[in-house]
């Protein structure tokens, strides 16, 4: 066998015991009359010793041509280390080593093969599989498989069963761009990857599997941002016979069930906050409630006071910022710069020191006096030393602005810790967004979603007020799941696909499977889907989802270290019937 134990398990009472290791060379040093050979597995890592006075000067030799990422496997003697390294595990010991082998030589790496590593993110993304040899990203990866086992524990424990649904799938309109396949099979005929298990988990409750769940990949060809992937992993689930606080209990207790495992955090309530709440709160639909700063609407404060700014605009609002009165003017137009960005689009800021003496300086005190200002001090909670900023213009795109700006202080006064978390339920979404382009209404989450019974009879007259029968679970500002009670009979079926633009003719061609599924006795249901890759990433105390994958793409969805995608030959082309636009 390639080793007897692995480099991270020996210690002092294995002094004495003849050992074999196998595993990656992470560094040598060679004072001539002895080296010392750091060796790495997925473990660990032990020092090996090489000693003239115990060892010959063949083996002597033959350690001092060992270089990084060489492969070896090693026979020795675990003796007592006299430098002892009390910041790893085998610290105590080392292997004084007898013979060894060479099993694979190595290059010079591209970068250093350590947790601090020289290597810049483009350069590692090409040698995925050295950065896969690093701490950092090796224990993001254990990590994630530990998640994964919580999950799977907690759900079998509660009934629910692990089914997996087709990759190759008919492509559906759900929101985002199919990645498509064309078949070599059917002439002039394409597969889609499933954006979700959406209409396969329907008929699963259909087939009576009442709990389903499933840790599967799903495809969405999107522009890509840094936390966005083209192919990621949700947690997918289904019940039948629910209400959606069936749900809701259920996947509470899968979250404080994995914060408590995971990270030791027991969290007693999930507040739960209607989407309109949400928006005029915070701005989003996913706010990050472990800190303050509620927007406050002003316009009633604000406006016909002589500021055409103010005045010509839809909205006014305003947040307090905890302790920000000591900004320099400098600080303040730089926060004036950054809502200015492409990315923010603001087109400014306005602001008001809430001086420790309780007296107001602002940068519109020319329309302002003190009772107004203080006014607005009253109406966004602020304190002496706190500093006030108000934006001004469409609302919808206000709100979005200044959650940005929110998002952004929060991380820059320390306020969004890795260490805390803060679950919340947000409900009540609208059913249907409008879409300004096509001049029609889109289903905001997918057109399977049922509408709150109390609002169907709007949908006829006032179609953007009804409510979904939907949640989304946010944690520390981040959506990490969201799901539906389903519509679960062909009428009411039929319905939403006519308003949202479908003829009969297209439903029946695009869904035409499900809603015969309906007609043979489907029962009520609903279920939830968790973003898996971020979910996992929150736990791990980061936002960033590319270091909690395996292989993951960049932000052009290439995989550079693959090069994918690729062309095809002419005869590939062929074979799929496919020909390339000149």
Same mark, same amino acid.
Request: charged share 30%; hydrophobic share 40%.
């Given at each position: 066998?390639?080793?007897s134990?692995?480099?991270?398990?020996?210690?002092?009472?294995?002094?004495?015991?003849?050992?074999?290791?196998?595993?990656?060379?992470?560094?040598?040093?060679?004072?001539?009359?002895?080296?010392w050979?750091?060796?790495?597995?997925?473990?660990?890592?032990?020092?090996?010793?090489?000693?003239?006075?115990?060892?010959s000067?063949?083996?002597?030799?033959?350690?001092?041509?060992?270089a990084?990422?060489?492969v070896?496997?090693?026979?020795?003697?675990v003796?007592?280390?006299?430098?002892?390294?009390?910041?790893?595990?085998?610290?105590?010991?080392?292997?004084?080593?007898e013979?060894?082998k060479?099993?694979?030589?190595?290059?010079?790496?591209?970068?250093?093969?350590?947790?601090?590593?020289?290597g810049?993110?483009?350069?590692?993304?090409?040698?995925r599989?050295?950065?896969?040899?690093?701490?950092?990203?090796?224990?993001?990866?254990?990590?994630?498989?530990?998640?994964?086992?919580?999950?799977?524990?907690?759900?079998?424990?509660?009934?629910?069963?692990?089914?997996?649904?087709?990759?190759?799938?008919?492509?559906?309109?759900?929101?985002?761009?199919?990645?498509?396949?064309?078949?070599?099979?059917?002439?002039?005929?394409?597969?889609?990857?499933?954006?979700?298990?959406?209409?396969?988990?329907?008929?699963?409750?259909?087939?009576?599997?009442?709990?389903? =769940?499933?840790?599967?990949?799903?495809?969405?060809?999107?522009?890509?941002r840094?936390?966005?992937?083209?192919?990621?992993?949700?947690?997918d689930?289904?019940?039948?016979?629910?209400?959606?606080?069936?749900?809701?209990?259920?996947?509470?207790?899968?979250?404080?069930?994995?914060?408590?495992e995971?990270?030791?955090?027991?969290?007693?309530?999930?507040?739960r906050?209607?989407?309109?709440?949400?928006?005029?709160?915070?701005?989003?639909?996913?706010?990050?409630?472990?800190?303050?700063?509620?927007?406050?609407?002003?316009d009633?404060?604000?406006?016909?006071?002589?500021?055409?700014? =103010?005045?010509?605009?839809?909205?006014?609002?305003?947040?307090?910022?905890?302790?920000?009165?000591?900004?320099?003017?400098?600080?303040?137009?730089?926060?004036?710069?950054?809502?200015?960005?492409?990315?923010?689009?603001?087109?400014?800021?306005?602001?008001?020191?809430?001086?420790?003496?309780?007296?107001?300086?602002?940068?519109?005190?020319?329309?302002?006096?003190?009772?107004?200002?203080?006014?607005?001090?009253?109406?966004?909670?602020?304190?002496?030393?706190?500093?006030?900023?108000?934006?001004?213009?469409?609302?919808a795109?206000?709100?979005?602005?200044?959650?940005?700006?929110?998002?952004?202080?929060?991380?820059?006064?320390g306020?969004?810790?890795?260490?805390?978390?803060?679950?919340?339920?947000?409900?009540?979404?609208?059913?249907?967004?409008?879409?300004?382009?096509?001049?029609?209404?889109?289903?905001?989450?997918?057109?399977?979603?049922?509408?709150?019974?109390?609002? =169907?009879?709007?949908?006829?007259?006032?179609?953007?007020?009804?409510?979904?029968?939907?949640?989304?679970?946010?944690?520390?500002?981040?959506?990490?799941?969201?799901?539906?009670?389903?519509?679960?009979?062909?009428?009411?079926?039929?319905?939403?696909?006519?308003?949202?633009?479908?003829?009969?003719?297209?439903?029946?061609?695009?869904?035409?499977?499900?809603?015969?599924?309906?007609?043979?006795?489907?029962?009520?249901?609903?279920?939830?889907?968790?973003?898996?890759?971020?979910?996992?990433?929150?736990?791990?105390?980061?936002?960033?989802?590319?270091?909690f994958?395996?292989?993951?793409?960049?932000?052009?969805?290439?995989?550079?270290?693959?090069?994918?995608?690729?062309?095809?030959?002419?005869?590939?082309?062929?074979?799929?019937?496919?020909?390339?636009?000149s």
């Amino acid at each position: 066998m390639y080793r007897s134990h692995t480099c991270g398990e020996l210690n002092a009472q294995q002094i004495g015991k003849k050992v074999t290791l196998s595993g990656w060379v992470q560094k040598v040093r060679n004072k001539g009359f002895m080296i010392w050979v750091d060796l790495r597995d997925r473990y660990g890592l032990t020092q090996l010793i090489f000693d003239e006075e115990r060892s010959s000067k063949e083996l002597m030799d033959k350690a001092g041509s060992l270089a990084r990422e060489f492969v070896i496997q090693v026979e020795g003697t675990v003796i007592e280390r006299e430098s002892k390294n009390p910041n790893i595990a085998t610290g105590e010991i080392e292997v004084l080593v007898e013979d060894f082998k060479i099993l694979n030589s190595s290059k010079t790496p591209p970068f250093t093969i350590e947790d601090d590593t020289d290597g810049g993110e483009d350069l590692r993304m090409k040698y995925r599989y050295l950065d896969i040899r690093r701490n950092p990203v090796k224990n993001k990866l254990m990590f994630r498989h530990q998640v994964g086992m919580k999950v799977r524990n907690y759900l079998s424990n509660e009934g629910f069963i692990e089914i997996e649904t087709p990759y190759l799938i008919k492509s559906t309109p759900e929101g985002a761009r199919d990645f498509v396949v064309p078949s070599r099979m059917n002439e002039g005929q394409f597969y889609a990857l499933p954006q979700s298990p959406q209409t396969f988990k329907q008929l699963l409750m259909v087939g009576g599997m009442d709990k389903y =769940f499933q840790i599967v990949k799903c495809f969405r060809d999107e522009d890509l941002r840094a936390d966005r992937q083209p192919e990621f992993t949700q947690i997918d689930c289904e019940m039948a016979f629910v209400e959606q606080e069936d749900i809701l209990n259920i996947f509470e207790g899968l979250t404080r069930h994995l914060l408590k495992e995971i990270k030791g955090v027991d969290v007693a309530e999930f507040p739960r906050m209607t989407y309109d709440e949400a928006m005029k709160k915070y701005g989003n639909d996913k706010p990050d409630i472990r800190f303050g700063m509620e927007f406050a609407e002003l316009d009633d404060l604000a406006k016909n006071k002589g500021f055409n700014v =103010f005045d010509q605009q839809e909205l006014v609002v305003g947040i307090a910022v905890p302790g920000a009165a000591v900004y320099t003017r400098k600080e303040i137009d730089n926060l004036i710069s950054w809502v200015k960005r492409p990315q923010v689009g603001a087109n400014g800021l306005v602001w008001a020191k809430y001086n420790e003496d309780s007296s107001l300086k602002s940068s519109v005190d020319k329309f302002y006096s003190q009772e107004d200002l203080k006014a607005w001090a009253q109406a966004t909670g602020a304190k002496p030393g706190d500093l006030i900023l108000v934006m001004a213009g469409d609302a919808a795109k206000t709100r979005t602005q200044l959650s940005a700006l929110r998002m952004h202080l929060g991380n820059e006064l320390g306020l969004r810790k890795a260490d805390e978390f803060a679950p919340l339920w947000v409900v009540d979404f609208p059913l249907l967004e409008w879409d300004e382009e096509t001049e029609r209404f889109h289903a905001m989450h997918h057109p399977f979603t049922s509408p709150k019974k109390e609002d =169907f009879a709007l949908l006829e007259t006032e179609p953007g007020k009804v409510r979904a029968n939907a949640y989304d679970l946010v944690l520390n500002g981040n959506e990490i799941g969201g799901g539906s009670i389903r519509i679960h009979d062909k009428e009411t079926q039929s319905q939403m696909f006519k308003y949202l633009g479908f003829t009969p003719e297209e439903a029946k061609e695009q869904f035409g499977f499900l809603m015969d599924a309906f007609q043979y006795g489907a029962p009520p249901h609903g279920g939830i889907a968790f973003g898996f890759d971020r979910l996992v990433a929150i736990l791990g105390g980061q936002e960033s989802i590319r270091d909690f994958i395996a292989f993951p793409k960049n932000n052009s969805g290439r995989d550079v270290m693959i090069d994918a995608p690729a062309k095809l030959d002419a005869e590939q082309l062929s074979e799929l019937h496919l020909q390339l636009k000149s």
